[in-house]
């Protein structure tokens, strides 16, 4: 049962553009969403997170809202950059710590 | 900061054979560390929570015999794939969480061939 859910399994935009990335839960016990960036044979690396008490946060080019009455979070990219196209994986916890994970979002910058 | 290494980076064995991946914590103390599995095309699935100095707890369908975890330190934990066959060919992440921290920071992951 999949209670992490990015749909959009591709997104293709053009460089200095914005970058919009979705992802939908069902686990109302979630309080902890994080959005990490992965290349083929590597390990994720952190980009941002959100607790439930906020809805938003910034941290340079990304920004992670959150609506928790839809539960439905957002990662923003802007400008995307080349160097951007990579996947994007959505995850969230509860108090367990334990991540579940969305099933990825490839993201294409074009020039 | 919060940098995790993974050893090794490729292994390639025999059936049958024991592989043990070590995961550490470079820069930061690592009282829970994870233990994830992912195959092509598809997502990361948690595998094991470990503990240090207790026991992992596995996930269900995990077979905690034949994933043996240790966690004895807080910057190293190992996995063990005993008796790899080829259905275990995989790519095994971990990753370690700080003391004060939700945030878990990933190891470049292990990718594991049994022919």
């Known amino acids: 049962d999949q209670q992490v859910k990015q749909n959009s399994p591709s997104l293709s935009v053009q460089e200095g553009r914005i970058s919009i990335l979705n992802c939908d839960y069902t686990?109302?016990?979630?309080?902890?969403f994080l959005w990490y960036k992965k290349y083929p044979a590597e390990g994720p690396t952190f980009l941002i997170s959100?607790?439930?008490?906020?809805d938003k946060n910034e941290d340079g080019r990304f920004t992670v809202f959150l609506n928790k009455s839809a539960k439905h979070l957002s990662l923003h990219i802007v400008p995307s950059q080349p160097g951007d196209s990579a996947v994007y994986f959505c995850?969230?916890?509860?108090?367990?710590?334990?991540?579940?994970f969305g099933a990825g979002t490839t993201v294409t910058v074009r020039a | 900061g919060a940098v995790v290494s993974q050893h090794p980076s490729w292994v390639i064995c025999k059936s049958g054979t024991s592989v043990k991946i070590e995961c550490r914590s470079l820069?930061?103390?690592?009282?829970?560390m994870f233990w994830y599995r992912q195959f092509p095309k598809q997502s990361l699935m948690l595998m094991a929570t470990?503990?240090?100095?207790?026991?992992?707890?596995?996930e269900q369908g995990v077979e905690k015999d034949k994933f043996l975890i240790n966690h004895a330190s807080l910057t190293l934990s190992t996995l063990t794939v005993t008796s790899a066959h080829p259905e275990d060919s995989s790519f095994y992440i971990c990753?370690?969480?700080?003391?004060?921290?939700?945030?878990?920071?990933f190891g470049p992951g292990t990718r594991l061939l049994v022919l």
């Open positions: 820069d930061f103390q690592a009282t829970t």
């Open positions: 959100i607790s439930s008490i906020k």
């Open positions: 990753s370690a969480m700080g003391q004060y921290g939700e945030t878990q920071y």
């Open positions: 686990n109302s016990m979630f309080d902890y």
């Open positions: 995850a969230a916890s509860g108090n367990d710590y334990k991540l579940s």
């Open positions: 470990s503990n240090e100095g207790s026991k992992a707890t596995y």
